[in-house]
């Protein structure tokens, strides 16, 4: 699931699961949130329980569309195995935790 | 078993880990191998339907083979640069690799067989 909140910075929280079934449909939703960038991302994952490469993907497209406005690109409440997934796959790299 | 979708074998893994009450973190890494390695068949094989057996003494033991030619096996770790250099997907054999305590692959009498730990 996603939800996505305008304030001060676009904060992109994704729920439950992430992954080959949802990965297409989220990506679309976040790329259209995401034109005319103008403000950091924060991809709050508190509640995410699964999350496979498919679902990397995604993240990684927010990387690269924050990277590609010059702005910044955060993850919140990576835990678990999760986080896990974050770390042996290099995400943590170039995702700064906030 | 014999499997035509990765929702079939995802509801089998979920059954699979209430019969056994196995931890969260060993049915996440369960399902995030089955998912990986039956979306890369679907992918780059012609195969529509695979096999999976699942077992548990001590540690997951997974069986997952499918009829396809034999590939160059590669499961390495994505060169990490720049964010915009990263080449988007390649990641799911590496992490099948890497959430699993073995992983072999073996190309026999016209199959792709997968045996896995966890």
């Known amino acids: 699931m996603i939800e996505i909140q305008k304030e001060k910075d676009i904060l992109i929280i994704l729920s439950d699961r992430l992954d080959s079934m949802n990965a297409d449909e989220t990506k679309e939703i976040v790329m259209e949130a995401l034109k005319d960038l103008q403000s950091d991302i924060i991809l709050d994952v508190t509640n995410l329980t699964y999350i496979s490469s498919a679902g990397l993907q995604v993240v990684l497209k927010c990387a690269k569309i924050a990277q590609e406005s010059q702005k910044e690109c955060f993850l919140k409440g990576a835990h678990g195995t999760v986080r896990e997934i974050f770390q042996v796959s290099g995400f943590l790299t170039f995702l700064k935790e906030a | ?118």
């Open chain 2, 1 to 118: 078993m014999t499997f035509i979708s990765l929702r079939e074998a995802e509801n089998y893994v979920e059954a699979f880990c209430k019969t056994y009450r196995l931890k969260d973190d060993t049915c996440f890494k369960t399902r995030l191998v089955i998912e990986e390695l039956v979306t890369n068949m679907f992918k780059y094989t012609e195969a529509k339907s695979f096999t999976l057996n699942i077992a548990f003494d001590k540690h997951i033991k997974i069986n997952l083979a499918y009829s396809s030619d034999i590939f160059a096996f590669k499961a390495e770790k994505p060169e990490q640069n720049e964010v915009s250099q990263i080449k988007e997907g390649g990641l799911g054999l590496f992490l099948v690799e890497s959430m699993t305590r073995t992983f072999t692959y073996r190309h026999q009498d016209g199959k792709s067989i997968y045996t896995l730990t966890i």
